[in-house]
């Protein structure tokens, strides 16, 4: 066990539609990352935030939002869904903000668009 | 930008052969970080091992070893005497020293199949 809890599980949903994912990280941990995994595309990083501020930015789209909370824990947020956003998508934590310290991911959403 | 290349899609062994996954690494920066990463059925991502750029030391972990080697930007991973489970997808991923925009970048992993 990672120590890092997203909820929920699955979800399916219909095109058009807005999702949030949620996220806690680990006891202790200030970083979140987002990250999406499909067959196509891999392990891609979509964004990064450090004790409630924003910190790294990578292939997110516009039509997707995250923040971190005063609690740490964080939420991302996909709206007007496409097919091709189906994927699982995984939170993950570390305790510092740079390169050196290991993630550690939850179990992943699996987001179903239909 | 950085960028993780892992060749082998899919490797399958019989049970007890050693098998070693390649890991080639491409960075403009002296200092970084690589990782190996490991995805069972289940689904999770269970992290393996850290390796800084300025350690080329191999590592041992009961049946796993790694070697690192920066002259070929190569960080493999060898599982001796494989198990059923060990069956998994493994990822090589890289970073660099402050993190930044391309967060923690992962190879396209290797499916490896252990059959009994």
């Known amino acids: 066990d990672s120590g890092v809890t997203q909820t929920p599980k699955h979800l399916i949903t219909a095109t058009g539609q807005r999702v949030t994912l949620r996220c806690s990280p680990r006891?202790?941990?200030?970083?979140v990352y987002w990250y999406q995994q499909s067959l196509d595309q891999g392990l891609q990083f979509l964004i990064q935030y450090y004790n409630g501020e924003e910190r790294a930015k990578g292939n997110i789209l516009e039509r997707f939002s995250a923040q971190q909370f005063p609690d740490l824990h964080s939420e991302l947020n996909l709206s007007s869904l496409e097919l091709g956003d189906s994927a699982l998508y995984f939170c993950?934590?570390?305790?510092?903000?740079?390169?050196?310290?290991?993630?550690?991911f939850g179990n992943g959403t699996r987001l179903t668009v239909t | 930008a950085q960028k993780v290349t892992q060749a082998q899609t899919e490797i399958s062994v019989v049970e007890k052969e050693d098998v070693t996954l390649d890991c080639v690494y491409e960075t403009r920066d002296t200092t970084y970080y690589l990782f190996w990463y490991k995805q069972p059925p289940s689904g999770e991502l269970v992290f393996l091992i850290r390796?800084?750029?300025?350690d080329e030391q191999n590592e041992i972990s009961g049946r796993y070893s790694w070697n690192f080697q920066k002259s070929t930007s190569s960080f493999n991973f060898t599982i001796t005497a494989s198990q059923v489970v060990d069956s998994a997808v493994y990822f090589c991923?890289?970073?660099?020293w402050g993190g930044g925009a391309d967060g923690l970048t992962f190879g396209k992993g290797t499916h490896l199949i252990i059959q009994p």
């Open positions: 993950a934590s570390s305790v510092g903000t740079g390169g050196s310290s290991p993630l550690h």
């Open positions: 991923a890289l970073s660099e």
């Open positions: 390796r800084n750029s300025f």
């Open positions: 006891s202790g941990d200030l970083s």
